[in-house]
């Protein structure tokens, strides 16, 4: 340290005690894998055995002024995470100030303009995923009821020896939305409630390419809108996108769209919804080179239910295909009343939930293949064509039975395109799987409860006989004690394999201590080789065998 | 490097020292969330009387929704003896939000319900996983926090309550 350094540090020291006034929050979290080396599942020992993940957030804010940063260490990264991340450093930064009229903010910052269509940098931590921006963003509201944000910045790619590694190309954006009942007079009293928006992106990256002419600016754009009317939600949403080559589409020069539109009716008891999907070539990132879960500037997330149940949630998952698709979905939730017939005496919910997805009809015909427009077929919103990429049917019924007995029972029937959302290398075309799941909680005292998972899934065998990894047994057993403890014990079996050698047992043993805001747990045991998803973007997590210890905290 | 390290950690002794001699209470961070009709609420101003309980939840976390059936069955009690408001905030983004009125409606709770698609409100209270469940007293201070939940959780909570209804 330089002796200029020495003489600053009590003044560095004294600004932050008086920065102190201010508030202070965060978390923390660490992850750490001892692996060993399991031939009957595919699971290796890694070349350092250990493998831990760390963070820290922390936020402060005084008065108007804010400013946090995130540290994260990979020493080395933990199982399924990009191999690339490593080291320790700052992963996200920025200062700003906010009050009621402005809210600016200078470094790392996260974004979601409408749906998320057009534009949404978030993190996920469980996935590795953080496609945050780093640049500058100011958001205004001139009077109430109307918000306007304006965004500039690189996108984060990648955590290497220790630092964010930033994407090849800028984006930039603005949106606007207006909540017309505020700002209408005449509205203010109407049943009716109306919001509408409208966004703008673009990116650039330099044109690198010897063979091709690439846009080297991609703008999207599109509206939005939002009714409500008693009991009734409509809304929907609209983005276009203009010429964006890149490896996604194999390099051709169409545009691309995304919409999604959804009608719900709810009230006190019963629940309805419906949603219609359609994308057409919408893969649209700051690095046209990119692949994978990198720099994505919009978020295209699939349209069904996310599942909890470990073998209906991880086996047979499905994600957006961005380069085309057309999807429905309808969710339905009704509770009978108590004292009613089928209510009893505290009432009994039923829920089902339907979704489907296709492929849209990209029609070719009246292409010239030899003309240099680079256009590679035609398309039309929504209209799709007989190939099945995706559907699910589920219903479940959940009763309590008496003060200390309740259970949750439920069928879910799934069908995946394998050729299109490749699951498994095991199997072609579409792979059906029925699942049936029972679950019952048990209160033997006060603050102990035991509770128990059975499910089981079965493959319907192809006309060939193939059955992917056939049919799956798993068994969970779960006993807490309020507020401290938690120990489970799970097993997944794969008794149906048509390859003998690959019957195995999954067991693994879990146990946690909370405290407040504090939380530590320990598990061991193998698990399965699968795909981790959460929302629309999914993450391959390989087949391990050993110790995981983690622990969460928040201040 | 060492520089920037020098001055952060000056900063973070500072931060520290400054932390024993002031005895400062975590606030609620001042987060703009839409609720389901799709107004503006801001999480610093939400204006209600009594306590206040925020709970961290989504469609897709069994656990999250024992805790929140377990309280509604008891919520109308809770109500009457202590005035608590509980704001159940949905983490759900976009892929399942317009199933939160749904699922939020089927069940009948008579929560205010928040919607946090973009994790803004989630970072800012500092949590890692849901549920996570936080106090809040009548000056806006958060004095107590749960992550995880099980069952006899809620009777931990309501003893918090009563706590802050009897000052």
Redesign the interface.
Known sequence: MNFKLLLLAPFIMGASFLFAQGSISGNAESTFQYLNEDTVIGANQPPSKGLINSYMNVFYTNGNFKAGMRLESYLPRIQGYPNRFDGTGLGMRYVGYKNDFVDVTLGSFYEQFGTGLALRAYEDRALGYDNLLDGARVIVKPKPGIVVKGVYGYQRLSFESGRMVHGAGIVRGVDGELHLNEVLGNLKESDLDIVIGASFVSKYQRDDNSTLILPENVGSYGGRFQLMYKNFFLDGEYIHKGQDPSNDNNYIYNSGHASVFNLSYTKKGLGLLFSAKSVDNMSYRSDRTKDLQDVFINYLPALNKTHTYNLVATLYPYATQPVGEVAYQVDFLYTFKRKSKLGGKYGTTIGANFSTTYQPKMDASTINPNDSTGIAYTSTPFVMSDSLYWQDINFNITKKFNKKFSGILSYYNIQINNDVAKISNDAQGIINAHIGVVEMLYKIAPKHSIRAELQGLFVKPQKNGENDKGDWFTALVEYTVSPHYFFSFMNQYNYGNSDASKRVNYPIVTCGYIKESTRFTVSYGRQRAGLFCVGGVCRFVPANNGLTLSFTQSF | M??KF??LF??????L???ET?K?L??L??VELKDL????VNTAKMGFEGPVVISFWA????PCK?ELNTIH?LYPDWQDETGVTLVAVSVD????K??V????????WDYEILLD????FK???????VP?TFLIDTDGNIV?????Y????E??LYEEILKLSAK
């Not at chain 2, 983004?93 to 399942?96: A, C, I, P, R, V």
């Open positions: 060492k520089t020098t001055i000056c900063l973070a002794a500072g931060l020292f400054a932390q002031v400062s975590k606030q961070p001042s009709s799709g107004s503006l469609t897709w976390c069994s024992k069955d983004d976009e892929k399942t317009r199933q009125a749904v699922y939020s409606n089927g069940k009948a698609p973009n994790g803004d970072r800012a209270m500092g949590v890692n996983n996570h107590y926090s749960h992550n995880n099980a069952p006899g959780d009777d931990e």
